[in-house]
């Protein structure tokens, strides 16, 4: 079945730019939506955003200004970026895939392990 | 920022009966998209547990069923057991501003 697995710095200055990256395993990244989620300590989940294969990207409004999301697909990876982040931005990052036929109905089935972004100088 | 509402925890006994609603709005789940509900026991991962509004995929015990009916969705669990003990989050689609997907406050489940 898919495997998500995330990967990155899991302490990052205030100001500085978030990198993570996640790669899927035993299955093509080709077709599918894929999507950041994160999850403060404590708290509910938010979803940040997600790309499809092909490039396209739809971002969460209140981070919109701040997140970027790529795709490799020689690599079967998808890549976040969120700039300027400040201690709010502390979370456990989830990548996950997201299938549906049209956004209305698209639900996340598989989830990476997720790991700890701890915002901090 | 979520647009979708949940009551902060339920408790029940072991077998009994309890039930999670999920408040939305016109934007949302009373525009006519899916309601799906996830799992998480506390330190795991997210689970999806209910998608398309009442459809469980498989491994998921019938002991869980939900519904959607206007602007709001409900989890139901019955034959409550330990293990059900969790976070539960319903997650839908908003049309407002550029679309985007939105989780539930989240439910906190208690089996006394």
């Known amino acids: 079945q898919v495997q998500l697995q995330e990967s990155g710095p899991g302490l990052v200055k205030p100001s500085e730019t978030l990198s993570l990256t996640c790669t899927v395993s035993?299955?093509?990244?080709?077709?599918?939506?894929w999507s950041w989620i994160r999850q403060s300590p404590g708290k509910g989940l938010e979803w940040i955003g997600y790309?499809?294969?092909?490039?396209?990207?739809n971002y969460n409004p209140s981070l919109k200004s701040r997140v970027t999301i790529s795709v490799d697909t020689s690599k079967n990876q998808f890549s976040l970026k969120v700039k300027s982040v400040t201690p709010a931005d502390t979370a456990v990052y989830y990548c996950?895939?997201?299938?549906?036929?049209?956004?209305?109905?698209?639900?996340?089935?598989?989830w990476g392990q997720g790991t700890l972004v701890t915002v901090s100088s | 920022q979520s647009v979708l509402t949940q009551p902060p925890s339920v408790s029940g006994a072991p077998g009994q009966r309890v039930t999670i609603s999920c408040t939305g709005g016109?934007?949302?789940?009373?525009?006519?998209?899916?309601v799906h509900w996830y799992q998480q026991i506390p330190g795991a991962v997210p689970r999806f547990l209910i998608y398309?509004?009442?459809n469980r995929p498989s491994g998921v015990p019938d002991r869980f069923s939900a519904s959607k009916s206007a602007t709001s969705a409900s989890l139901a669990i019955s034959g409550l057991q330990a293990e059900d003990e969790a976070d539960y989050y319903c997650?839908?689609?908003?049309?407002?501003?550029?679309?985007?997907?939105?989780f539930g406050t989240g439910t906190t489940v208690t089996v006394l």
């Open positions: 997650q839908s689609y908003d049309n407002s501003l550029s679309g985007f997907f939105v």
């Open positions: 790309i499809y294969y092909s490039g396209s990207t």
């Open positions: 398309g509004n009442t």
């Open positions: 996950a895939r997201a299938i549906g036929a049209a956004a209305n109905y698209r639900y996340f089935d598989y």
């Open positions: 035993a299955d093509s990244i080709s077709g599918y939506f």
């Open positions: 016109n934007s949302n789940i009373g525009a006519g998209y899916d």
